[in-house]
């Protein structure tokens, strides 16, 4: 690879691309249907075994932040089962090819996290054909603005809630019982959870609800030697985002309030959660790791 996650460049130019036209998907919305195609590290993350043997679950795992961490946690040595809508089966065809030229095992594991009972079965599943488990990503979610909080229905109240916090809260106890000392769980929380927009009140709450939920069960699990801990994305430029995540007029300037003055891509998540899936981050517990292009918060 000529240029790698190592590679010594200046952040504010790395994706000389610029900023992405107005544009909007209907659904889940998948990585294909948005241009230009965001960066999930296909071309460029570059493995060195730093989860050689490990056995990882991701939500979401099919496109976007999801996406960028199965390759990477495949490049490091990792075998990975993925989460995903039946919708989105285009992306996850996609990440499950990478996962198996990077000469992993790869499972695909479509249905609905806002089943309690899906949740159990693919965690079965996963842990059946991964044989056995030690790193689980939650980071499914769903994000639709709404100006008015009138206009908020019951429904999506109720969904954001199911698939953000409840979903976790399933697959997480599903989990547990099969994650062994040494074994980490990482959670996606959001800047949504520090600097909350008007627009987006049922997702920035269960955004705080997922530190929160994380630091606390951090804290149980610690003892038994199972790290709990927390990604914080900011603007990232990934599917849900053109699909109702915001209106289609301010995907062009979204990122311009982050310090770089851009959108971050999927890419640049994948090394936070290496970091933290792996044993080099030990001490490391019931943290939140901002990756956010410089948006500080408490
Ligand atoms: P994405 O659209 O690529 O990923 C979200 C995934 O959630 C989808 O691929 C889908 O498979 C899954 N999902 C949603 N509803 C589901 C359901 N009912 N059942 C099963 N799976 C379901 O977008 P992304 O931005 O990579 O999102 C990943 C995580 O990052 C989310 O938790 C999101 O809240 C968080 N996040 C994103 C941003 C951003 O700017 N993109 C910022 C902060 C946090
Ligand atoms: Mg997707």
């Known amino acids: 690879m000529a240029n790698n996650q190592y590679t010594f460049t200046n952040p504010v130019t790395l994706y000389p691309t610029g900023q992405p036209p107005e544009q909007h998907q209907e659904g889940p919305g998948t990585e294909q ?3 230009p195609n965001p960066d999930v590290g296909e071309d460029s993350y570059e493995g060195t075994g730093r989860l050689r043997g490990r056995k990882a679950l991701i939500t979401g795992g099919d496109s976007g932040i999801g996406a960028a961490v199965a390759i990477a946690f495949a490049r490091e040595g990792a075998d990975v ?3 995903y809508l039946a919708a989105e089966q285009i992306d996850a065809d996609r990440t499950i090819r990478l996962i198996e030229e990077a000469g992993r095992t790869a499972v695909a594991l479509p249905g609905d996290i806002t089943d309690s009972l899906h949740c159990r079965t693919m965690v079965a599943e996963a842990v059946s054909q991964l044989g056995g488990l030690d790193i689980l990503v939650n980071n499914a979610g769903k994000q639709q ?3 008015d909080l009138l206009e908020l229905s019951d429904e999506q109240f109720a969904e954001t809630l199911d698939t ?3 979903a976790m809260f399933w697959i997480t106890k599903a989990a547990l019982p099969h994650l062994g000392a040494g074994s980490t769980i990482i959670n996606t929380s959001s800047i949504q959870a520090y600097k909350p927009s008007g627009i987006l009140v049922d997702y920035a709450t269960t955004k705080a609800a997922i530190n929160t939920f994380s630091k606390a069960l951090s804290q149980q699990l610690a003892p038994k030697g199972i790290r709990v801990n927390v990604v ?3 603007p990232i430029w990934t599917p849900l ?3 109702g995540g915001q209106p289609a007029s301010a995907l062009p300037t979204t ?5 770089l003055g851009r959108w ?3 890419a640049e998540l994948a090394p936070a959660y290496v970091f933290l899936a792996s044993p080099e981050s030990s001490f490391v517990v019931g943290a939140t790791l901002n990756v956010d292009g410089g948006m500080p918060n408490p």
Do not use: R, V
Not at 255 to 259: I, R, V
């Open 33 to 35: 249907g948005q241009f």
């Open 264 to 266: 971050g891509q999927p």
């Open 241 to 243: 985002q053109t699909a």
């Open 145 to 147: 603005f709404t100006e």
């Open 81 to 83: 089962a993925i989460s």
């Open 164 to 166: 953000n916090i409840s």
């Open 255 to 259: 990122g311009k309030e982050t310090a």
């Open 232 to 234: 914080a994305p900011g």
